[in-house]
Every structure is written in structure tokens, then in C-alpha cells.
């Protein structure tokens, strides 16, 4: 299984409003960046697709080390939130219903698919690559050509 490093960061401007994400894949023979914007969205909703879609276009399964500053999805993983979210019917802690459900089932293929292990890093503190997928994300927001977030828009 070959091992790869996926750098990932979400951005939004409003919140909701345009947003966009940014990612960088490291394998050991290339680097690749990705990014993507649309058109009404949130920046859980860009964390959580900065993460899916650079990972749902590799067709073999991989040994995944993904680096986001997103709290938000390293804690779902790592702390055991997902688990517990599917456990009570998509219920958060509080009893309230768990938003992005859309974005957490494709997430919960890839969990299936690849081996992961998450890290956090707090952005905007000079880590090189988590700088860089700020800039594509970022940079994609403002972009011309934002897509549309179907699971948002549909909510």
C-alpha cells in the first residue's frame, strides 16, 4: 500500500457565502495540488470536501496521512465523534442533528477504503504546506468559475 501525505484546507467568506478548498498531496515521487470553489457553501463543508474529493479521484487504496487545521475533523475521527454521531441516529451530544451528513457518509467510504491517520495543525502558524493549501483555498473562492455545493444548497 503505497503511502501518501495529504495536506488539506477549507476557506469561506461569510460563512456561509463563496467558499473554497485547497489541498496537496505529497507522494514520494510527486507533489500535487488541488483546489476547488463554489458558489454558497460553509467552511466546515470546505474542510470536510478539501479532504474527500483530492482523495475520492485516487481509484487504489493508500496508507493516508492527512494534516488539516480543522479541529472540527480531526476530532470527529480521532476522539471518536463520528462513531458515536452514527451510533445515536446522526445525534450530536446534545441531542441536536449533525450537520454535513452528505460530506460524513462519503468521508465514512474513504475511512472504509484507506488507512488514515489524522493530524491536527493550528493554522495560519507557519506550516509551510498548510500555508500553501490556504492560498488555493483562498484562491479558489475568488475564483470565476465556483461550482455549486449540492448537499448545501440542498439542506
Given at each position: 500500500m503505497q503511502k501518501v501525505t495529504l495536506y488539506s484546507d477549507g476557506a469561506c467568506s461569510g460563512?456561509?457565502?463563496p467558499g473554497g478548498y485547497g489541498a496537496i498531496f505529497i507522494f514520494?515521487?510527486?507533489k500535487?495540488?488541488?483546489s476547488k470553489g463554489y458558489k454558497n457553501t460553509t467552511n466546515n463543508r470546505m474542510e470536510l470536501l478539501s479532504i474527500i474529493e483530492p482523495?475520492?479521484?485516487l481509484e487504489q487504496q493508500h496508507e493516508i496521512f492527512a494534516i488539516t487545521d480543522?479541529?472540527?475533523i480531526v476530532n470527529a475521527i480521532n476522539q471518536g465523534w463520528l462513531q458515536s454521531w452514527i451510533k445515536k441516529g446522526w445525534k450530536t451530544a446534545g441531542n441536536k442533528t449533525v450537520k454535513n451528513q452528505d460530506l460524513w457518509n462519503r468521508m465514512i467510504h474513504l475511512l472504509?477504503?484507506?488507512?488514515f491517520t489524522f493530524k491536527w495543525v493550528k493554522g495560519h502558524d507557519e506550516d509551510e504546506h498548510n500555508e500553501q493549501c490556504d492560498v488555493l483555498?483562498?484562491?479558489a473562492r475568488q475564483s470565476d468559475n465556483l461550482h455549486v455545493d449540492e448537499g448545501y444548497d440542498n439542506v
Open positions: 460563512n456561509p457565502g514520494p515521487d510527486k500535487i495540488k488541488v482523495l475520492e479521484a480543522s479541529k472540527y472504509n477504503k484507506h488507512t483555498a483562498v484562491k
